[in-house]
């Protein structure tokens, strides 16, 4: 079946440490893939975009992200983490080839201790 | 600018009661959508819409119904509410269907 895994459930790091958060697909083509950001009670934030192009995009808030069409992958990294950086993070594809459907990973909580 | 506006922000229901859930954007968007959000199960398209007129379903539509008779508004509405409609739910719209999509702050229902 089609989906969106994001294999780490929950993640901590402490700050200023490095993160890498998973994220792999199942879709075919080249999908559109997004990440976005959810602090409590909040609505998603887009942190960055891959459409095309340069498969290693920057986002907001020192983020990137690399898509790597061999391992149906576009993990998400930061350098250095923030206390602020604590949120749940998901990753979303857009496939080109299932009409109008829009598609999330189940999520990862990301909690920083200091 | 507001961007994406959900009413109400939280609400409870008695089993079978009906309501119906907000959503209004100001950035002239044509694809909106909507959301649940469960623990451990990331966000499930409901239903969407490509523009005025213009609606679809989404991946668990069942017991909601949409309509979309102007671009700003895109209202959600539970018939007869269920002990498993209690979720969050979230209001997007992104300008083209394959584009960034800009959500609202969410609306968290319990249904007792």
């Known amino acids: 079946a089609q989906s969106v895994t994001q294999p780490d459930i929950h993640i901590t790091v402490s700050e200023g440490a490095s993160l890498e958060l998973r994220c792999n697909y199942s879709y075919g083509a080249t999908p559109y893939l997004f990440w976005y950001v959810q602090s409590p009670g909040q609505g998603l934030q887009l942190l960055l975009k891959?459409?095309?192009?340069?498969?290693l995009v920057q986002g907001i808030k020192g983020f990137e992200a690399e898509f790597k069409r061999s391992q149906s992958s576009f993990n998400l990294r930061k350098p250095s983490v923030h206390w602020s950086d604590a949120a749940e993070y998901f990753c979303?594809?857009?496939?080109?080839?299932?009409?109008?459907?829009?598609?999330f990973g189940t999520g990862t909580s990301l909690t920083v201790i200091p | 600018n507001a961007g994406v506006t959900q009413t109400p922000k939280f609400q409870v229901l008695k089993t079978g009661q009906s309501m119906t859930l907000q959503c209004a954007q100001d950035?002239?968007?044509?694809?909106m959508s909507w959301y649940r959000q469960d623990p451990g199960m990331g966000l499930r398209l409901i239903h969407y819409?490509?523009?005025?007129?213009?609606?679809d379903q989404g991946e668990v539509p069942n017991g909601y119904n949409v309509s979309r008779s102007t671009t700003e508004d895109f209202p959600l509405r539970l018939l007869s509410a269920a002990p498993s409609q209690t979720s969050v739910y979230f209001c997007?719209?992104?300008?083209?269907?394959?584009?960034?999509?800009?959500f609202g702050a969410g609306t968290r229902l319990s249904v007792l």
């Open positions: 950035m002239n968007h044509e694809y």
């Open positions: 997007a719209s992104s300008q083209l269907r394959r584009d960034i999509q800009y």
């Open positions: 819409s490509v523009g005025a007129g213009i609606t």
């Open positions: 979303a594809v857009d496939p080109s080839n299932t009409g109008n459907q829009f598609y």
């Open positions: 891959y459409f095309s192009g340069d498969t």
